[in-house]
């Protein structure tokens, strides 16, 4: 192993372990941060700000007129009722507020239930949210599984796509003069994302670009540069050349049709092919793990901070209903 490869490994060791650590330290932080947090708002270290909170909900509603109150939470009829039975037996505090006088005032605890609908509908937006990151997830996972088992390509109904791996295809070998003659100018950058789709021999014609697959099951994309008919098989015979390469390889020299994956369609997406070979490499997969985990830490510690948050808040609610008096302004 000569110095260069050995740094090579090295760097890629240390990226490694540093992804790792990072998703770990990261993830252990808001762990300790919920657990925290918890604790802070189960001791009460948080009643004034909440309750502060729940004077500001109180004053809000009794800024609306009960029609508009109704329709901002819900328009379903059934609600409409419960909410009017709730308003029946009023009950009043907050003595020294100037409306107190002019409207009903509901019970601070009961208050809360005005806010169910506005929750559900948070909840429901962020259920969204959580399926659409988690279906991004999943689709680069099935993708680059996809490449991982499938022979580094990924298909999708009678198309085929695969990542360049070289640079075969990117410029131009100066001794192809085919190339200029024929205005041939759809190489293909090296990592690049292309698709490759089914076709009929008949269809076939010299300087296609298209994919094959050669002994070993890889598969290939050049230039048909030759077409060569072979009367006692009957058949055609196709000679390949990259781009950039001098001269055909010994593989390419005499491929028949049934090797044939597809024919370039022209789309080509540099970025998603990087983002691929990336992802597939070993340090991609551990980087898409420790991201998944991270998300899954992240999510866990805000719901045990909200629950705990909304526990808190019916206390608070409940005794300064009954009481008047939690020790805070």
Known sequence: MTGSSRLIDVAFYVALFTIIGLAITFSLLFFLYARYKRKHIKYGHEDEKLLKELKRKYKNI?????????????????????????????????????????????????????????????????????????????????????????????????????????????????????????????????????????????????????????????????????????????????????????????YELAVSYDKFVGKYTGFNNYGLGVLITYLKSSAGIVALCSCIFFLVTFNYSEDAIDKEYKKRFRYVADVYDKDKDLGVI
């Open 62 to 250: 009794l800024s609306k007129d009960d029609h508009d109150l109704i329709d901002t939470y819900n328009d379903d009829s059934k609600y409409q009722l419960e909410y009017a039975d709730r308003v029946k037996n009023v009950e009043t505090f907050l003595y020294n507020h100037p409306e107190v006088e002019k409207k009903d005032k509901v019970r601070l605890a009961k208050l809360l239930n005005l806010d169910e609908e506005k929750e559900k509908r948070r909840k429901k937006r962020s259920r969204i949210y959580t399926i659409i990151f988690s279906s991004i997830f999943i689709v680069i996972i099935i993708l680059i599984a996809s490449f991982k088992f499938n022979g580094e390509c990924f298909y999708l109904g009678d198309e085929t796509y695969i990542v360049i791996k070289t640079g075969s295809m990117e410029t131009v070998n100066d001794k192809n003069t085919y190339i200029k003659e024929n205005n041939l100018k759809n190489q293909i950058t090296q990592f690049s994302l292309i698709g490759l789709k089914k076709i009929k021999e008949e269809d076939i014609k010299v300087y296609d670009v298209v994919g094959f697959k050669n002994d070993e099951g890889d598969i290939i994309v050049h230039r048909i540069i030759r077409i060569n008919y072979n009367s006692e098989e009957n058949k055609n015979y196709y000679t390949f050349q990259g781009d950039a390469n001098s001269a055909s390889n010994k």
